[in-house]
């Protein structure tokens, strides 16, 4: 009895009130978003306030059952529970229902469960587990590799599953990863690559190969100062691309300059490795392999886009990019979402008084939408709440797991903050049309009990954990 009262006094109360004050405006704006006057009751059962208000019962008994369980088991059983997440990832494929054009969720009853969303907390805890073993560094590629591995195997499970949303929230762990020491290059190349994704839809794709050519020239021009060998690179290049274009014009009547600029930059490549070889230089190399990746990504995005994605993915990312406009398709959820929070002003329209809300003109708004509801019954000052307890949230988590006697602790709190930050950046940035609509929930606040009980077992693990934090695991 004593140590069960010990227990509950180290527990962080500053976390678990930020916790139940977002699970209850969660919950009201839930009620909000698909109130109707037939329907009036918060407690009726067969709406989905209703049954959300059974998700938020359910999830505290699963949070005070997790507070209970000796803390030396998540570390324990890391491992188990991740087989099982990924047995449950492998099942769903084969024997879920279709649903929206996903294999995604187990039926019981009148109840769907997302394995997706338990994956996320499970490949937090075996990825804590592997990091903090004994001798592991992240400097050592076999490690990183495995590392790796735990992270992305169940997020190409996910994809298999045609949910691409929720497979690009295992990206989060990267951010753990640079944490506990992955080389900051890793996350420099993950945003150099997203950028050129973007500027290769933007942009003629021959202008995107000269400015990395142009790149690599200027890193190479930092690194050696050997201005004699940049002129003659550049010159190889020009004479290798004249004259693959002359053959391509006069002997195949193909006037196809891009596809004559690609073959050069390969042909000067092996020139260049050449001159790597010979002379030994070791960043040479490196910046090679950087100019030739980079451009063959981008001609594979330009092909992948044109040649593989169907017409309403292309149609949906050129609206997310400003290409196109397409109000009353691709383009509606994004408008309605806009006009619904920019409706609200500074102070809101008040609590079930939202016009775009009452009127279902935001589709999916109690769930991949429901800061809408905020954004126009609360207004400015309503979002910069609720935005404000997020923030408070993630800092919270960051501050107690950097307080952590446990490298497994530590590691686990910086996943639950890494994949909060990510929902809430992703979620928002989709409402305002800064970020492509995949399907990502808003943690605590979106309807669905898969999304709410797995977000309370992630934080309430590292609850647990900060709770026994002067013992080592």
């Known amino acids: 009895m004593e140590r069960r009262v010990n227990l509950i006094a180290r527990l962080d109360f500053t976390t678990i009130v930020l916790y139940l004050a977002l699970v209850l405006l969660g919950w009201l704006n839930i009620y909000a978003a698909v109130y109707n006057d037939e329907h009036q009751s918060i407690f009726d059962f067969t709406q989905r306030y209703g049954k959300q208000m059974i998700w938020i019962v359910a999830a505290v ?82 490690t990183f590799a495995y590392a790796l591995a735990i992270i992305f195997i169940p997020a190409l499970l996910v994809v298999l599953q045609n949910d691409t949303g929720s ?81 391509l014009v006069y002997f195949y009547q193909i006037n196809k300059p891009l596809l ?21 230089i070791a960043y040479a190399m490196l910046i090679l392999i950087f100019q030739m990746s980079s451009i063959v990504f981008v001609y594979a995005v330009d092909y992948a886009f044109f040649n593989i994605l169907e017409q309403h993915q292309q149609t949906r990312i050129n609206v997310l990019l400003g290409i196109e406009e397409d109000a009353m398709g691709a383009g509606y959820n994004i408008r309605q979402s806009l006009i619904a929070i920019g409706s609200g002003g500074v102070y809101g329209k008040g609590f079930l008084q939202g016009t775009q809300t009452k009127y279902n003109f935001v589709p999916e708004q109690s769930t991949d939408f429901i800061f809408c509801t905020v954004g126009e019954e609360w207004g400015f000052l309503g979002s910069i709440t609720v935005l404000g307890l997020f923030l408070f949230l993630i800092l919270r988590i960051i ?19 890494a994949i909060i930050f990510f929902h809430l950046t992703i979620n928002i940035g989709m409402t305002i049309g800064l970020a492509p609509v995949i399907g990502i929930p808003l943690p605590f606040f979106s309807y669905g009990g898969s999304s709410l009980w797995a977000f309370t077992i992630l934080l309430f693990i590292f609850i647990r954990l900060d709770a026994s934090r002067w013992e080592l695991l």
């Open 167 to 247: 497979a690009l929230v295992f990206l989060a762990f990267m951010l753990v990863m640079y944490r506990e020491g992955m080389h900051g290059i890793w996350l420099f190349l993950g945003f150099w690559f997203v950028a050129l994704f973007v500027v290769s839809l933007l942009v003629q794709l021959w202008a995107v190969m000269l400015v990395i050519s142009l790149l690599s020239i200027g890193l190479f021009a930092i690194y050696s100062r050997k201005w004699n060998w940049i002129a003659g690179s550049v010159a190889i290049a020009l004479i290798f691309w004249g004259i693959i274009q002359l053959v």
């Open 61 to 142: 008994f699963i949070a005070i059952t997790i507070i209970f369980v000796d803390s030396k088991a998540f570390s324990a059983f890391a491992y188990i529970i991740y087989g099982v997440a990924i047995v449950a990832l492998i099942f769903v494929m084969g024997f879920a229902r279709e649903i929206q054009g996903a294999r995604s969720w187990f039926e019981i009853g009148g109840f769907r469960i997302q394995p997706a969303e338990f994956a996320k907390f499970a490949t937090a805890l075996a990825l804590s587990k592997f990091l903090s073993g004994y001798n592991v560094h992240l400097s050592n590629n076999r």
């Open 260 to 280: 004559a600029l690609v073959l050069a930059f390969f042909l000067s490549g092996v020139v260049y490795l050449y001159w790597i070889y010979r002379f030994k």
């Open 399 to 417: 501050y107690l797991a950097e307080n952590q006697k446990s490298a497994f602790s530590r590691i686990f709190g910086y996943s639950v903050a």
